[in-house]
């Protein structure tokens, strides 16, 4: 079973930044492609920026120019580097698997995600 641990999370003030981690055992990570996706209260859930093995990325237009994702295989991690948050970020982040067309694949299991919520 895949286990997926992000961290990173918090309450930050709008225009704040926050930095999101994903985690895995093994080469889970280094070998699939991967993606951050969100859960706002009441929504469904939804994938928010994807990167290849080779570091190719793509974005929801809600976070083009304000997120960035990114990745390193030798420490089978990716990360969520959030810049000017504003208070519809607020959602539970997880990352998982996306496809080779950088659409959602996510494996059969999620991790507990971490809880963003911003806020003045």
């Known amino acids: 079973q895949v286990q997926l641990v992000e961290s990173g999370g918090g309450l930050v003030q709008p225009g704040g930044s926050l930095r999101l981690s994903c985690a895995a055992a093994?080469?889970?990570?280094?070998?699939?492609?991967m993606g951050w996706y969100r859960q706002a209260p009441g929504k469904e859930r939804e994938l928010i920026a994807a990167?290849?093995?080779?570091?190719?990325?793509n974005y929801a237009d809600s976070v083009k120019g304000r997120f960035t994702i990114s990745r390193d295989n030798a420490k089978s991690t990716v990360y969520l580097q959030m810049n000017s948050l504003k208070p519809e970020d607020t959602a539970v982040y997880y990352c998982?698997?996306?496809?080779?067309?950088?659409?959602?694949?996510?494996?059969?299991?999620w991790g507990q995600g971490t809880q963003v919520t911003v806020s003045s």
């Open positions: 093994g080469s889970i990570i280094s070998f699939n492609y």
């Open positions: 990167i290849t093995s080779g570091g190719r990325t």
């Open positions: 998982n698997r996306v496809s080779v067309h950088l659409a959602p694949y996510p494996f059969d299991s």
